[in-house]
């Protein structure tokens, strides 16, 4: 799939990010399967391949992941403005929202219903979350060397709880060098 020639315009954009940013409860990480099915397979705005790049990339970047990661597909798709429209697309309804919520919360904190909507909500965003995680698991990790990173660094992020950010920094030097060393060595048996 070539992304290249793919024109969107920036109106577009914006309503593809408003639409997530509108629809999809529980944050960043269960917005990436939402992102991906927007960018990737309808739009075609990324590769796969470019979406699990961008995806450790808007991890390590300061601030919030669905909008780090709406941001880095916008300047792909159009440069500064796409980057614009598909930022302010994803942040738009969540301040809407958030604006009215804020204003009548007081009124139902204490309901009954709120309360079992809010835990089929958190249902849900898990269920989202883990097909994510499935998901990117099944494009990214094939080979020994990927599968052995993947369950280090759930040991790490889980049980261990160092910081992710640290464990992908030390994952991608670890990988840097493992992949320079391997290519070394197949210069050697020619």
């Known amino acids: 799939m070539n992304t290249q020639n793919k024109k969107i315009s920036l109106l577009k954009l914006f309503f593809i990010f408003f639409k997530i940013g509108l629809f999809t409860f529980g944050g960043g990480y269960a917005m990436i399967p939402v992102i ?3 960018a990737v397979d309808n739009n075609q705005l990324l590769t796969e391949e470019e979406m699990l790049n961008f995806i450790p990339v808007s991890q390590c970047t300061p601030g919030v992941l669905a909008v780090n990661l709406s941001t880095f597909v916008g300047k792909k798709s159009r440069g500064f403005f796409g980057a614009l429209f598909s930022t302010l697309g994803v942040i738009t309804p969540s ?96």
């Open 95 to 190: 301040i809407i929202i958030i604006s009215l919520v804020a204003f009548i919360f007081d009124k139902f904190k204490g309901n009954k219903y709120v309360i079992y909507a809010f835990n089929a909500i958190r249902a849900v965003v898990s269920a989202t979350i883990f097909t994510a995680v499935i998901s990117l698991a099944k494009s990214a990790v094939k080979k020994p060397f990927e599968i052995i990173i993947c369950l280090l660094a759930f040991v790490a992020v889980a049980f261990l709880k160092i910081n992710p950010i640290i464990v992908i920094v030390i994952s991608g030097i670890f990988g840097f060098f493992f992949f320079r060393l391997k290519k070394m060595r197949g210069k050697k048996d020619e």
């Open 36 to 38: 991906k099915r927007e």
